[in-house]
């Protein structure tokens, strides 16, 4: 991505797990909630708009799930766990840029009932993930 | 004019453009289920007001006729007159699409012999005109790779591969078309890399897209062997005319081995871009492709010229417009190409490559960075601003935006996405010297300024009508239409 | 120039191109010619398809343009200016096409207008995807089979060609409920329930046959079966028939059609440029490019694309189209001929042209043997039967200087006698007598 407009290091809190492609996904109560990570949302920039999937729908780890679009790049999300929606965060609708004030909080995306807690341990806990952001801030 | 002011603010109620109304009919036979209840929300204004504001409008462009404008992949060349001049003569401005052929044997001769010079340009078997830009040509072309496997019932063939360096039309259209898209990597010297590309061939693969000379701005060295690859793994191979100014009149895609093409005439035969449009994308084929090709195009049966519609071409991907295409784009590049000939069109492409290298050689010695500095320019060619955007925080958006305040026209920016902080600069062949000098004045000058005080490049353009527009507020906050205030 | 290059020829510059694909032979191609020889040349074909007075419409209409529509179209600064990505030197573009777009949503009572698509039969392709993808929740999207699209009534074939081509690829099929008197069989609509329900009903208002088609019906039963509704109409039609926004109890979802009408000239058919709108809960799915107000940096007023993340040159492979092109020109012309005609002036344009249309019926119905083949309300054009074959009715009629309706047996072969005519606003009495003695003289002889 060439308009990386943050020199701000990446907040990369621990209490989740991520997905190579920069999703996050925090269990509680049995269910896991999604959103992207700090770092996606600086290489994005600006968020305009979240396209986000319906309640119901059921999602597979790795596979889209939802689009974040920025004003010069649009992003697929992927689900980091199968499972079917049982929420999701209207509020983007409105407020797309609480993604970019609040990645980790406000800024969540959808919650999921998973299938298969065991994906959870296929994600990446924060030291690995800071280690993958580096390699790609690398790559620029 | 203020800014911002709109038709609709300037009108009132009432108000109209009174030698414009015909006497009002009669349409109390109408039932009054089919009629509108309230007029619509159109302006009301005199003659002279709409004159007026659309003349201040103009106003607030640049413009091949006002600006060097050396946008890389869209070859901005002078648009001749006469090639308007020629297309809006009455007998063809006048002529009904469906009149009868036997009523249009002068547009239907014109159409021939477009159809047969675009032919001997390209060295294809066929030439269909009627696709009505380069996207939609690019979509007849992959439809009619698609309906060549068909017809052969070799219906495993699914994916289409794209250069990571290609425009987004090409993946879009194959998406279109139904097909997945698999990319191929570039190597460092700006050529497809060959061996990369070999490792995607196989029994899933339909084609390639490919331009040549590339949208790194070089020549395909190994194109005949690419060829041959994507042919002994059963594929077809798809040329992008977006370069074909490049080469015009010197080097046929026939002859490296496409079997179908497109052609943008709105940039290789010089008819005007319109803000966006009118384009034209006439598609050419090999021969084996000739019974996919899109429906009407021109035939002569010994005196006459006639329409081959779809009832004869039942291998046809069918019709792709209302009508035959972008006629009037077609008149006007027929008259271009025909005040050329053939040692203009090689002309074309010399001219637009000596102008591209020059161009290339003083900005490398003003001390830019090529991205390709080994290579020759084809017609155009890519300097890349990551170093102005480390060291200075100037970036080539910054440049871009100040090249407007120099009276340049920005060229393409942040593309090829391969190559970051990216101009792709084409000169074209209808610019002077004096015109290129100007332009590497204005470089030099903004980088000195990005050295001696970046904000004011970063915060450019400083002399158009707006300053830098929010885009973040307008996605976000969308305002698509004018609404009136209440009255 | 070529030392600072370092090299001693042009021909050094292609270096990098093996010789054998520099040795093609291009000696078939003439010499060139200078400005002047070329203008006679053209002109003299030009002359050769001169005729007079136009009775054809069919999707292209012979009305009047301004004088000041393309003397301000056709200034350089509109003509020779590229895609408006640089938008601070661009807002002469960028505000035409956002009056513009206000514009063609004050005529189709929608909320939504992209900067404009090809042509009409492009645009109902275009608005054929859009519907398909905006219809996701439709039962027939979690089947493998195709994704049916049912056109209602008369639509003009050649749109539904295009649309065909456009769409074959990606499992949508065009399905048509057929015609009874010209206009939509609602019965076969109703038939199309369960399996064989559509994701979306295209409807043409007035019809290809020029006739009216029953769209609240239409647009009422689409809404209750889960269908998007797809209107095609005619802009100049729309300054007095009802718009597709207001179509049955919810409107239209999608309007499209084609702007030739809207003050440019007929020439063969192209260009011109297909309107596309929508309602606001739509607009991502909309392909093309969107003009949008937004504020300088000093916070004056200005104008850009926006919602550029859908479009090919930053989705890619994940588009809403291959489309790169609004027919920025056109809508120049159109944008000037709106603001000068008004909401009266189109409205006359409208009337005067339903007015002459029954005209000329009258005139050519009182000839023996003519009869108009569907009752009921029309617009401008109309289908009358001549009871001889009515391909080489016109060719005759050509061949006295008349273009004299549109064939229809090419494309219904029950209608093998019938020819398709309109009148505009152009057509004088004289026009239409001359039409009258003609087809007389070709039929009685």
């Not at chain 2, 990597?185 to 590339?214: C, F, H, Q, Y």
């Not at chain 3, 043409?204 to 046959?209: T, V």
Request: hydrophobic share 40%.
């Amino acid at each position: 991505m060439n308009d990386v407009t943050s020199d701000m290091p990446a907040d990369i809190p621990d209490d989740v797990r991520y997905a190579p492609s920069h999703e996050w996904a925090r269990l509680d109560d049995d269910l896991v909630t999604v959103g992207i990570s700090d770092f996606a949302q600086q290489s994005l920039g600006d968020v305009v708009f979240v396209e986000l999937p319906e309640v119901n729908d059921e999602v597979h780890a790795g596979s889209e799930a939802c689009v974040v679009e920025s004003v010069k790049a649009a992003a697929d999300v992927y689900a980091p766990v199968s499972g079917t929606v049982v929420a999701v965060n209207d509020a983007l609708e409105d407020a797309p840029e609480t993604v970019n004030q609040d990645p980790y909080g406000d800024g969540w995306f959808f919650k999921v009932e998973p299938t298969d807690l065991d994906e959870l341990d296929d994600l990446l806990d924060a030291d690995s993930y800071g280690q993958h952001c580096e390699s790609e801030g690398d790559e620029d | 004019m203020t800014p911002g002011d709109t038709i609709f603010d300037i009108g009132s109620p009432g108000r109209r453009a009174s030698a414009q109304y015909p006497a009002a009919g009669d349409v109390s036979d109408l039932p009054t289920s089919c009629l509108r209840t309230q007029p619509p929300g159109l302006p009301e204004v005199s003659e002279l007001q709409a004159v007026r504001h659309y003349t201040n409008l103009s106003a607030r462009n640049f413009s091949i006729d006002t600006q060097f404008y050396p946008l890389g992949s869209c070859t901005m060349k002078y648009n001749p007159r006469g090639a308007h001049r020629a297309a809006s003569l009455p007998g063809f401005s006048n002529r009904h699409p469906l009149a009868p052929a036997s009523a249009s044997q002068g547009f239907l001769a014109c159409l021939h012999d477009l159809q047969e010079t675009l032919k001997q340009v390209t060295g294809m078997a066929a030439v269909s005109l009627t696709p009505m830009a380069g996207a939609q040509g690019e979509f007849a072309g992959v439809a009619m790779i698609r309906a060549w496997h068909d017809a052969r019932g070799d219906a495993g063939r699914r994916e289409i591969l794209v250069p990571t360096a290609a425009h987004g039309t090409n993946p879009a259209t194959a998406v279109m078309c139904g097909y997945q898209v698999r990319e191929v990597a570039v190597a460092e010297d700006g050529d497809v890399d060959v061996a990369a590309l070999k490792e995607a061939l196989g029994e899933r693969t339909a084609g390639i897209m490919l331009t040549n000379p590339s949208t790194c701005g070089v020549f395909e060295r190994r194109i005949r062997e690419i060829a041959d690859a994507v042919h002994t793994a059963g594929g077809l191979l798809y040329y992008d005319g977006a370069n074909l100014n490049a080469i015009l009149g010197n080097v046929r895609p026939g002859d490296m081995g496409f079997d179908v093409l497109h052609m943008n005439l709105h940039k290789t035969f010089a008819t005007p871009h319109g803000g966006g449009g009118p384009g034209s994308g006439p598609v050419g084929v090999a021969e084996r492709l000739v019974p996919h090709l899109p429906t009407p195009f021109v035939v002569r049966d010994g005196d006459a010229y006639r329409w081959v519609e779809g009832d004869e071409m039942p291998g046809s991907i069918g019709r792709l417009s209302a009508f035959m295409g972008n006629a009037g784009i077609l008149l006007r590049a027929l008259a271009y190409a025909r005040m050329l000939g053939r040692e203009g069109m090689r002309r074309v492409a010399e001219y637009a490559t000596l102008n591209a290298n020059y161009l290339m050689a003083r900005l490398a010695d003003a001390g830019f960075e090529l991205a390709y500095p080994e290579r020759r320019a084809s017609h155009e060619f890519i300097i890349t601003f990551r170093n102005e955007a480390k060291t200075l925080g100037v970036t080539a958006m910054d440049f871009a935006k100040r090249l407007l305040d120099f009276g340049f026209h920005a060229p393409t920016t942040y593309f090829p996405l391969l190559v970051p902080e990216c101009f792709l600069i084409e000169p074209t062949e209808t610019e002077t010297k004096a015109e290129l000098d100007a332009f590497v004045d204005a470089m030099v000058r903004i980088r000195a300024e990005a050295e001696a005080d970046p904000e004011r490049v970063r915060t450019a353009p400083h002399t158009l009508p707006v300053s830098r527009l929010d885009d973040v507020k307008a996605a976000r906050e969308l305002d698509l239409t004018h609404v009136r205030s209440p009255t | 120039m070529l030392a600072r290059i370092g090299v001693t020829s042009i021909d050094a510059l292609f270096d990098e191109i093996e010789p054998a694909l520099k040795t093609a032979d291009f000696s078939e191609i003439d010499d060139g010619v200078d400005e002047m020889t070329m203008l006679a040349e053209m002109a003299s074909r030009a002359r050769r398809d001169e005729t007079g007075p136009c009775f054809t419409g069919a999707g292209c209409y012979d009305h009047h343009i301004p004088a000041a529509v393309w003397d301000i179209a056709a200034r350089g600064e509109f003509m020779t200016a590229y895609t408006p990505y640089q938008a601070e030197a661009s807002q002469g573009t960028l505000q035409l096409i956002y009056e513009y777009q206000t514009m063609i949503t004050a005529l189709t009572a929608l909320t939504v207008s992209n900067a404009s698509v090809y042509d009409g039969g492009s645009a109902l392709g275009e608005a054929v995807l859009m519907a398909v993808r905006a219809n996701r929740r439709h039962p027939s999207m979690k089947t493998d089979g195709p994704r049916r699209v049912a056109v209602a009534g008369a639509c003009h074939p050649h749109y539904v060609d295009a649309a065909a081509t456009i769409t074959r690829n990606q499992g949508i099929e065009l399905v048509s409920t057929g015609t009874s008197g010209g206009r939509a069989s609602l019965d076969a609509l109703a038939d199309m329930t369960g399996e064989r329900a559509p994701v979306a009903v295209v409807v043409q208002q007035p019809n290809f046959f020029g006739l009216m088609e029953p769209v609240d019906e239409i647009a009422d039963w689409a809404s209750a079966n889960g269908a998007l509704v797809i209107a095609v109409v005619n802009p100049t039609s729309l300054a007095i028939l009802r718009p597709p926004g207001e179509w049955g109890a919810n409107g239209a979802d999608i309007a499209c059609g084609d702007g030739q009408p809207l003050g440019i000239p007929m020439a063969s058919g192209g260009p011109s440029f297909g309107f596309m709108c929508t309602r606001e809960s739509h607009v991502r799915q909309l392909p093309g490019r969107l003009v949008g107000r937004t504020v300088d940096r000093d916070n004056r007023p200005g104008f850009t694309l926006t919602l550029q993340a859908r479009e090919q040159h930053i989705r890619r492979g994940k588009a809403r189209s291959n489309i790169c092109t609004n027919q920025g020109l056109l809508v120049t012309a159109a944008t000037i001929y709106l603001a000068m005609m008004g909401p009266t002036g189109l409205a006359r344009i409208a009337t005067r042209c339903h007015e002459r249309t029954r005209e000329l019926l009258r005139t050519l119905v009182g000839i023996e043997g003519v009869a108009t083949r569907f009752g009921g309300p029309f617009f401008h054009e109309q289908v009358i039967d001549v009871g001889q074959d009515a391909d080489r009715v016109a060719g005759d009629l050509a061949a006295r200087g008349i273009v004299g309706g549109l064939p229809l047996g090419r494309y219904f072969p029950e209608l093998r006698d019938c020819l398709l005519v309109c009148a505009t606003e152009k057509r004088t009495d004289d026009d239409i007598a001359r039409f009258g003695d003609a087809l007389e003289q070709v039929l009685h002889g």
